[in-house]
């Protein structure tokens, strides 16, 4: 089937390269020229495992190509895809001038009858929306043009992995026509479909991002609690995790939640239920807990130092997680911005963040190539991230690098009596 994606980011371009890698004739489409020259010069934008692979591998078979032209790419598409960005505005809610957009120029551009998925993460009744929108737009009345929800749920780090063998595909559509067109499209796939109405689909998504923030958020108020009672919360999740009911995953306490997902998922959906006159008082809790815990280690700090003013502060690690260069709402940002006004000399190692970290802070930091680096004659340590390079870091290393072997640890990497016999000062969260 001939494919065309709006919008190569994590979504879009994964989607598309998936797409052609299952067979299909993929055109993705981006606004960004840069983007589109790097991605036809078989480069990723993004740092996504295996992506950059299948890129090359597709586009050298013909299945996949990439372009600005979106009239060219939409005119004869079967269906159009849409994985623009939906971000948060100043009030919580999404942001959906992008989706606007592209649904501006798929009326102006397409010559036949298509089907318009949108992939994008959108507020409940958006799909409506969005085939009213191209419908009035159309300037070709005659026209067919049906929307369907198919929202993503990959994570990023393990995008493609995600895609190629995911749980379910969601797919929300309003006719038996658009149902059977979506369920071809994913077919060489061979996954579970979930099939529900527009509306559902749309709602599957929040549910889902609000269902896993709100887990979060809850092992992380138990592990302040723990933490005040002289628990443990790795030992308290050991002990949960056995119970099907509640599941072995997302149970690590942290620094909280960043990401292009979570925060602006739980502030959008709270948004609507207002809008509705509800108030959505777990994903409330969710989203008050992750603000304060996010600066709960620097808080910790602040108990034991003085000031940060002209100490030189080691930080490990920049993206909100593991496996991306993202850094959208990562915990590091609200953290280093505290040391910055303090006066700190910082020191920050990531092993693919830099790059992006730079464009917000070109010269406030120093950046390093390794740990060692970083550590070296250090005052104090900070872990935002948990990348293996970093996990691999051996306690004793604190103890020999630094000036004074102090290490806040938000994420848990370390078990508290290996830290101990190394004889570094040592604190994390919940335990
Ligand atoms: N990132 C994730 O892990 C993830 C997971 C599931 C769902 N989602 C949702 O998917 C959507 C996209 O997220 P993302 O992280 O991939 O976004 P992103 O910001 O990484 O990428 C969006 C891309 O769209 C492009 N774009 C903007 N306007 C365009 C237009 N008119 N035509 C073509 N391209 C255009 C931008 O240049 C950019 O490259 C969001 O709604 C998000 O909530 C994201």
Redesign the pocket.
């Known amino acids: 089937m001939k494919i065309a994606v ?7 371009l994964v989607a598309g390269v998936c797409f052609a890698e299952k067979g299909h004739n993929v055109i993705c ?4 020229e840069n ?1 589109v020259e790097m991605m036809k010069g078989g480069k990723s934008p ?1 740092y996504e495992q295996d992506l950059e692979k299948l890129m090359q591998k597709n586009y050298k078979e013909g299945r996949i190509d990439y372009t600005t032209d ?1 009239k060219m790419a939409y005119k004869n598409a079967d269906a159009i895809f849409i ?4 971000p948060e505005q100043p009030d919580g809610s999404a942001n959906l001038s ?1 989706v606007a ?2 649904s501006r ?1 798929i009326a102006e551009s397409i010559e036949h009858d298509c089907l318009v998925v949108v ?4 507020p409940i009744g958006t799909n409506d929306k969005v085939e009213q929108f191209i419908k009035d737009s159309l300037v070709n009345k005659s026209i067919k043009v049906e929307v369907a929800s198919n ?6 780090g393990t ?1 493609v992995k995600d895609t190629l063998q995911a749980k379910r595909i969601v797919i929300g559509t309003e006719s038996k026509e658009a149902e059977k067109k979506l369920i071809e499209i994913y077919k060489p796939f061979n996954l579970p479909i979930v099939s529900v109405n527009r509306r559902s689909a749309e709602m599957i998504k929040y549910a889902s991002n609000d269902f896993l923030a709100l887990k979060i958020s809850y092992m992380n108020d138990i592990a302040n609690l723990c933490e005040l009672v002289g628990a443990n919360i790795e030992d308290v999740a050991e002990g949960m995790k056995y119970d099907d009911r509640i599941g072995s995953n997302f149970l690590r306490a942290g620094i909280g939640y960043g ?3 979570f925060p ?2 739980t502030k959008a959906l709270k948004y609507l239920a207002k809008q509705y006159g509800y108030t959505l008082k777990t994903v409330e809790a969710a989203v008050d807990v992750n603000a304060i815990q996010k600066t709960r280690l620097y808080k910790k700090a602040t108990e034991r130092l003085i000031t940060f003013n002209g100490l030189k502060v080691a930080v490990l690690g920049l993206t909100f997680k593991p496996g991306t260069d ?1 850094l959208r709402e990562a915990p590091s940002l609200d953290n280093i911005e505290l040391l910055l006004r303090q006066g700190a000399k910082i020191y920050a190692y990531d092993p693919v963040g830099i790059e992006n970290f730079k464009k917000k802070y070109p010269n406030e930091i120093i950046y390093v190539s390794n740990p060692e680096e970083a550590l070296d004659d250090a005052n104090v340590c900070f872990i935002f991230t948990e990348w293996n390079e970093i996990k691999s870091i051996k306690p004793e290393i604190y103890k020999k690098l630094m000036k004074t072997p102090l290490v806040y640890d938000g994420r848990n990497i370390y078990k508290l009596d290996e830290m101990k016999k190394a004889e570094v000062e040592y604190y994390s969260i919940g335990r």
């Open positions: 709006a919008g190569t980011g994590y979504v879009g489409v981006d606004v960004d983007k993004i979106y994985g623009v960005g939906t992008y957009n592209v120029q992939k994008s993460t959108v929202p993503e749920f990959l994570a990023q995008a990401g292009s997902c602006k998922d993202d």
